[in-house]
Nanobody
Framework: QVQLVESGGGLVQAGNSLRLLCEASGRAFSTYTLGWFRQAPGKEREFVAGISARGGKTDYEDSMKGRFTISRDNGKNTVDLQMNSLKPEDTAVYYC????????????????????WGQGTQVTVSS
């Protein structure tokens, strides 16, 4: 089991950057696929980015490619989301999520596929 805590959200102007941090506690962090999701008011939770257990593979929602970068440090039990060129439509609560990776087929983009979630951190981008 793993517990997740996000930080780093805030209010920024369009075009600026934010770096979100997710800190995990629990055992065997390096065996978990990690993901970032977001949820805007009135919308469903959506996939933002994911990273494989060892960190060798990443995946992004199309609209985030080239702007967002996910990375992890298995020695520190952390996963980051660097967000550049932010847009007002990026405004949402951002969640860190984890699932035990049991095969090389690591890519998962649906919230239901993740068993563990943080409490979320608010990101607001003003125009």
């Amino acid at each position: 089991q793993v517990q997740l805590v996000e930080s780093g959200g805030g209010l920024v102007q369009a075009g600026n950057s934010l770096r979100l941090l997710c800190e995990a506690s629990g055992r065997a962090f390096s065996t978990y696929t990690l993901g970032w999701f977001r949820q805007a008011p009135g919308k469903e939770r959506e996939f933002v980015a994911g990273i494989s257990a060892r960190g060798g593979k990443t995946d992004y929602e199309d609209s985030m490619k080239g702007r967002f970068t996910i990375s992890r440090d298995n020695g520190k039990n952390t996963v980051d989301l660097q967000m550049n060129s932010l847009k007002p439509e990026d405004t949402a609560v951002y969640y860190c999520a984890a699932r035990r990776q049991t095969s090389t087929l690591w890519r998962r983009t649906l919230p239901k596929d993740y068993a563990y979630w943080g409490q979320g951190t608010q990101v607001t981008v003003s125009s």
